[in-house]
RNA sequence: GCGCCGCUAGCUCAACUGGUUAGAGCAACAGACUCUUAAUCUGUAGGUUCAGGGUUCGAGUCCCUGGCGGCGUACCA
């Protein structure tokens, strides 16, 4: 019978098979003696981690009476004759476990002998140390949970080829520390900007993220279909245009914290699908955003490392507040050594193009050309953080008009390491000025631009209602992650990245963004 | 998209300038062992060297095509 059983799932990976098949065998034993191999429950009465924090201080050679029933998977086995010892882990961490034949018999002895490096078992006994200090559960009772078929990778090195690595996180979250670790940083920083915003009286919203039209990004969408409506939708590339419709319905503080997508390359910073989180603030303005923007970032620094202090690229880097604030105009000059701005006739930007080797092309505006300037010869050489400040109008249709230049917008990046960290402004909220800007995006997209978007007459209906003074922050949280988690590849803060798919199937796959 | 680099046992890695039968640790299997902790010790087994083609007396190694991945670049308000 069993024969069957090893001849259908495990064909295709000939090399696992010999150990497929042996425990295979065990499982198929295991039944023939009456013992379920996957049973439907296990009532454990502590985890590993509370009974560190309880008995972590016991002194070496321990016997206490306390009796505990845990539960976790099997990663190491020190079998020992008449004595095995076992690691087991479970969400909180791992412990020990002392299984002595004088403890249980003989045959419930070799039983546990039987099991496997990736078993998940359920164990009962009592506290102990051993003679070198260890903690561990004196065994009096044990059972298997769920089989493991599958051998798990060296105990020691882990898993290392990056492919299986992303394609199996299952696997290397088992064995990589440092992947168990990039994430808990991750959840600790939801869970810092969540407690931060609640504390300032923002409220938590969900917003769609099927959209009719793209907007508040430039980026290309993703395109889908609704059967039952028959039209073609898209997934959002931003939060934004939602978010502001409910500053308009009268919610003073929004935030939100969401997958956006974004149908681009994929690199060590870009993720086809990644988090973004938004938020709007009534009767605010920029400025407050940027004290908002550092003491968030401080606030999850502290929280998810317990430092405000990262490291970047081998060197130290200090977030706490305040940060430097520096007008783009400013830091090109610095950086670029040229002084450049809106004003300027096109011509004389683009000599300044020609002459720092910024390449351009025909259709942009002076203040297009200075922003990339910035982006050619400045940004990567920024370590911040810094806020960068005064962007022009022409690249900014959702920011406010300068108080003080025409030409600009109140609008600020966030650099930290040479990359955009955040980005935010004060909102437009004149609807004129709105349909404007959103007809001018339409040109480009007219001509061709497949990032630029067309008039999003719903939102600028919204916005004749009334959007009162607003400032509003967009943060991308994965690059956040990596930031504080010190870690280079946005696919290392992502759970289950987006790679090509695993079998090279005779692809229909001509054009995936259509 | 383009360029460079990589892919060897289940896992982590070796294999000189193209040269004998592709090696080692972990995992597995058989055995010893009641305070180990990457347990240790003895023995055994385990390979389509990513795939396909080519050059050569001889290919893990050189060439071509393809697959997958990494890095860089392009793209990425």
Not at 215 to 225: C, N
Request: proline letters at 5%; charged letters at 30%; aromatic letters at 8%.
């Amino acid at each position: 019978m069993s024969e069957d059983l090893l001849g259908s799932g495990a064909a295709s990976e000939a090399g696992a098979h010999d150990e497929r098949t042996r425990r295979l065998e065990k499982v198929e034993a295991l039944r023939a003696a009456g013992i379920d191999p996957y049973p439907v429950r296990f009532d454990r009465t502590t985890d590993a981690g509370a009974l560190r924090a309880r008995f972590g201080h016991l002194e070496p050679g321990t016997e206490t009476d306390e009796e505990v029933a845990i539960a976790g998977r099997v990663l190491l086995l020190r079998r020992q004759g008449r004595l095995s010892f076992a690691t087991i882990r479970d969400g909180s961490g791992a412990i020990q476990l002392f299984v002595s034949e004088g403890e249980i018999g003989a045959e419930r002895h070799t039983e546990f002998d039987g099991f496997d490096l990736g078993d998940w078992i359920g164990v009962e006994g009592t506290v102990m140390t051993t003679r070198k200090g260890e903690l561990s559960i004196k065994v009096r009772g044990f059972r298997l949970l769920a089989k493991a078929l599958r051998p798990l990778p060296d105990k020691w090195h882990g898993l290392s080829d990056t492919d299986t690595r992303f394609r199996q996180r299952y696997v290397d979250l088992v064995v990589n520390e440092d992947a168990r670790r990039v994430f808990a940083v991750r959840f600790a920083v939801l869970a810092a900007i969540r407690e931060y915003l609640a504390g300032r009286g923002f409220v938590e919203v969900e917003t769609p993220v099927l959209h009719d039209q793209a907007g508040g990004a430039a980026a290309r969408p993703f395109l889908t279909h609704h059967n039952a409506l028959d039209m073609d939708l898209v997934l959002r590339i931003a939060l934004e245009l939602h978010l502001k419709r409910l500053i308009v319905a009268g919610f003073d503080r929004v935030f939100e914290i969401g997958r956006v997508f974004r149908n681009e390359g994929l690199s060590t910073r870009h993720n086809p699908e990644f988090t973004m989180l938004e938020l709007y603030e009534a009767f605010v303005d920029y400025g407050e955003m940027m004290t908002l923007t550092e003491e968030l970032v401080a606030h999850c620094a502290r929280t998810a490392t317990g430092s405000t202090v990262v490291d970047l690229d081998g060197a130290p880097l200090e977030l706490a507040p305040p940060w430097r604030r520096l007008t783009l105009r400013d830091a090109i000059r610095e950086h670029a050594g040229v002084d450049v701005h809106p004003s300027m006739p096109v011509a004389d930007v683009r000599a300044l193009c020609d002459r720092l080797d910024v390449p351009y092309e025909a259709s942009w505006g002076s203040g297009k050309l200075m922003l990339e300037i910035y982006e050619k010869t400045t940004e990567h050489r920024v370590r911040g953080p810094v806020f960068i400040l005064d962007y022009p109008r022409e690249v900014s249709p959702l920011a406010r008009v300068h108080r003080d230049d025409p030409l600009l917008t109140e609008r600020f990046e966030v650099i930290i390491g040479g990359r955009e960290l955040a980005n935010a402004f004060s909102e437009l909220n004149d609807p004129i000025d709105q349909r404007e800007r959103f007809e001018a995006q339409a040109g480009l997209a007219a001509a061709g631009d497949e990032e630029a978007h067309g008039v999003d007459e719903d939102y600028l209906r919204a916005m004749e209602y009334g959007l009162p003074p607003t400032g509003g922050l967009g943060i991308g949280v994965d690059r956040l992650v990596m930031l504080l988690a010190g870690v280079s590849s946005i696919r290392e803060v992502i759970l289950f990245p987006q790679l090509r798919p695993e079998s090279p199937s005779g692809g229909a796959d001509g054009d995936g963004g259509a």
